[in-house]
């Protein structure tokens, strides 16, 4: 059954520019799909079309009418006064009206019963224990356990929540609604790793549809069957995830490429004869009707247009000489907002070259930690960097003192440089034309990190620090930083939730919580394999019977070595079992192969279950 379908969808703002120009596609019912394409191509767009928030100007659209259709990026407006657990209980707000009309009817019940009011009673009963009624509370606190909304979270007035909380508890209130169609734009942007983690949990076994725009490359590898590419206003179609779909997609550019450059030289050789042949047969009308013959068969011939490359940003940073070992050493460093202490007796060496990852979920004091090491705010202990130390910083959130001026006039006042040095660096990370005459507080969130990554890239420096850097980026403008920070050999210390980020660059991690920082010397798959190992060792180990190897009394000859025969194959699919656990720890950050390699292990527990039930038969007899 289809949930959505889009045919030749046009939406213009300009008259003459289509932002969507003829896009068509599909959805069938119960399919997990991701939107793509660069900031601007029209994603967020899309979205507002299939809730009927914005018109459009030509096409057809159908969103099965029998399915409920929830949108992140929308947030509704509630009461003043309202509370995040009223808006949170908002999400069972049919199901609160049946309540309500069944507490009147007891109440008219106290008096006296009739056979109307108890039919009525138990088709609202039966109502709204079939919604969940019952389980509200229990569904409540599991979405907000594992979104990481805490119980102080939820008594403070909804609007005195940052954009981005309001943003989480909306998401929570769309799932707690058990929406048939969900509309994810970015869903990740301000949650902690857990919570994603649980959000990937919960959309894979959503029994709906779902369509996702999101730059978190990881979340789209987890969660994507399948991806749509809106390129300039048309869809490309991809069958897989989202490393699937850079492979085809590589693949596919490297194909229309030969192709292009196939039909040019052939093109260019027919040419070549056309030209000669009509020198030749200028007293010979046999030859110019041949040249004019192989001229029109290359007009007929189809042309493969020659494939796009993206503009890229070509920079690195400016690196000043390290001398020495210690980077920075951290002694007893402590940190506490009145009586919340955030990270107390911190003992930390980092030597020249390192790439650590500060991870943590919200709300533990990672870019206080950071603060406080850049002497930006007050703490306990002693912080001692080295002599030829040079920091650069980018901050989560980008100030500039004067956002009235213009990208190049800001430039030159701030870093002092020549205007044609202004206008080169700006160049080189696609500031270009008129976009160098934007006010800096015109830019959107992404644009000014860009903008202060270019400042930045201008210093020599030799330890480079960054907050949350991929925030608000696009796919593409998130892979200019990385080829960026791997030319950097200095040393390098980032908070990051974004796991694919962590993964290329971490190769040690510090994890921030319960008051103080546990150093991993490790990247971030072993990692992940520790925390897992440590919560698999904290839980009660499910007891696996295992068969007694003493002869059993009685029994036939046939019997007894039955029982031998399924001991010996027991044990060999035991050690089949205990085999997949080192395969699976080397594939913890391979999503497809660490999938495989469970539904294996578990294909091989079902054996062996089988295998024990049947030697227990075998002694029984």
């Given at each position: ?10 939406k ?8 969507l120009?003829?896009?068509s596609?599909?959805i069938?019912?119960g ?5 793509l394409g660069r ?6 767009t899309?979205?507002?079309i299939?809730?009927?928030e914005?018109d ?5 659209i159908?969103v099965?009418?029998?399915k ?10 509630f009461p003043q006064g309202?509370?995040?657990n009223d808006v949170?209980?908002?999400a ?20 006296g ?11 609202l ?9 019952y389980?509200?509370?229990?569904e409540?606190?599991k979405?907000c356990?594992?979104?990481g909304?805490?119980?102080e979270?939820?008594?403070q ?6 954009g981005?909380?309001?943003t989480?508890m909306n ?21 902690d790793?857990?919570?994603v983690e649980w959000?990937?949990n ?6 709906g549809?779902?369509l996702?725009i999101?730059h978190?490359r990881?979340?789209?590898d ?12 048309h ?7 989202y490393s ?8 596919r ?13 052939k093109l260019k ?6 030209e ?12 110019y009707r041949?040249?004019?013959s ?5 007009e007929?011939i189809?042309?493969t ?12 940073f ?5 001398s020495?070992?210690v980077?920075f050493?951290?002694?007893n460093?402590?940190?506490?907002f ?5 990270f107390?007796?911190?003992e930390?060496?980092?030597?020249g070259?390192?790439?650590i ?5 919200n ?21 001692q960097?080295g002599?030829?130390v040079?920091?650069?910083y ?5 100030h ?12 030159l006042y701030?870093l002092?440089?020549s205007?044609?040095t202004?206008r ?12 160098v005459?934007k006010t ?9 990190s ?9 210093e ?13 980026l696009?796919?593409a403008s998130?892979e ?5 920070i ?6 390098l210390?980032f ?9 290329k ?5 510090w994890q ?18 520790i ?5 698999a060792?904290?839980?009660p ?9 003493e ?10 070595k039955?029982i ?9 699919q035991?050690?089949v ?6 395969s699976?720890?080397?594939a913890?950050?391979d ?8 539904g ?11 295998l ?5 038969n075998?002694q029984?007899?």
């Amino acid at each position: 059954m289809v949930d959505i379908s889009v045919k030749n969808l046009t939406k213009f703002f300009v008259i003459g520019e289509n932002l969507l120009d003829g896009l068509s596609f599909e959805i069938q019912e119960g399919e997990r799909v991701a939107i793509l394409g660069r900031n601007g191509c029209g994603k967020t767009t899309l979205f507002k079309i299939l809730t009927g928030e914005m018109d459009y100007d030509e096409g057809e659209i159908f969103v099965n009418p029998g399915k409920r259709v929830g949108l992140i990026s929308q947030i509704p407006v509630f009461p003043q006064g309202y509370t995040v657990n009223d808006v949170l209980r908002s999400a069972f707000d049919e199901l609160l009206r049946v309540r309500r009309k069944m507490e009147k009817l007891e109440n008219e019940m106290v008096s006296g019963t009739t056979d109307a009011l108890l039919r009525e009673y138990d088709a609202l009963e039966n109502r709204f224990q079939s919604g969940g009624g019952y389980e509200m509370d229990v569904e409540l606190d599991k979405v907000c356990n594992g979104l990481g909304i805490t119980p102080e979270q939820r008594v403070q007035n909804f609007d005195s929540l940052s954009g981005g909380e309001k943003t989480r508890m909306n998401l929570a209130r769309l799932l707690l609604q058990k929406t048939d169609i969900l509309l994810l734009d970015e869903p990740t942007n301000h949650l902690d790793l857990r919570s994603v983690e649980w959000l990937e949990n919960y959309i894979l076994s959503f029994k709906g549809t779902v369509l996702a725009i999101s730059h978190d490359r990881y979340f789209l590898d987890v969660v994507a069957q399948r991806c749509i590419e809106i390129t300039e206003g048309h869809a490309e179609f991809y069958s897989g995830n989202y490393s699937f779909y850079m492979d085809e997609k590589q693949a596919r550019f490297d194909l229309q490429l030969k192709q292009y450059e196939q039909e040019q030289a052939k093109l260019k050789q027919l040419g070549y004869t056309v030209e000669r042949m009509k020198g030749w047969g200028i007293n010979n009308r046999t030859l110019y009707r041949r040249a004019m013959s192989i001229q029109h068969r290359m007009e007929r011939i189809q042309k493969t247009g020659k494939p796009k490359t993206q503009k890229t940003l070509k920079a690195g940073f400016g690196e000043k000489d390290f001398s020495g070992d210690v980077v920075f050493k951290m002694k007893n460093v402590s940190k506490a907002f009145g009586d919340r202490q955030l990270f107390s007796n911190v003992e930390l060496n980092v030597t020249g070259g390192e790439r650590i990852a500060l991870l943590g979920d919200n709300g533990t004091g990672k870019s206080t930690f950071i603060k406080c090491l850049l002497g930006e705010e007050d703490f306990g202990g002693k912080i001692q960097f080295g002599p030829t130390v040079k920091w650069g910083y980018l901050p989560q959130i980008i100030h500039f003192a004067h956002p009235e001026r213009t990208l190049y006039d800001t430039m030159l006042y701030e870093l002092n440089c020549s205007p044609q040095t202004a206008r080169d660096r700006l160049g080189q990370f696609l500031f270009q034309g008129e976009d160098v005459f934007k006010t800096v507080g015109s830019l959107s969130g992404g644009e000014q990190s860009r903008l202060r990554l270019c400042m930045l890239m201008d210093e020599k420096i030799n330890l480079l620090i960054l907050d949350e850097p991929t925030n608000h980026l696009d796919i593409a403008s998130r892979e200019w930083i990385e080829a960026a920070i791997e030319e950097f050999e200095g040393t390098l210390l980032f908070v990051s939730h974004d796991r694919y980020f962590i993964e290329k660059f971490a190769e040690r991690i510090w994890q921030l919580g319960e008051g103080g920082i546990r150093d991993f010397d490790c990247g971030y798959a072993k990692y992940r394999s520790i925390l897992e190992h440590e919560a698999a060792g904290r839980q009660p180990a499910a007891a696996v019977p295992k068969p007694k190897k003493e002869k059993p009394k009685g029994g036939t000859k046939e019997t007894d070595k039955l029982i031998r025969r399924l001991e010996r194959e027991i044990e060999k699919q035991e050690q089949v079992v205990a085999s997949f656990d080192a395969s699976i720890e080397a594939a913890a950050a391979d999503y497809v192969e660490l999938t495989r390699l469970l539904g294996e292990k578990e294909e091989a527990e079902a054996v062996l279950l089988e295998l024990m039930e049947r030697w227990e038969n075998a002694q029984q007899e």
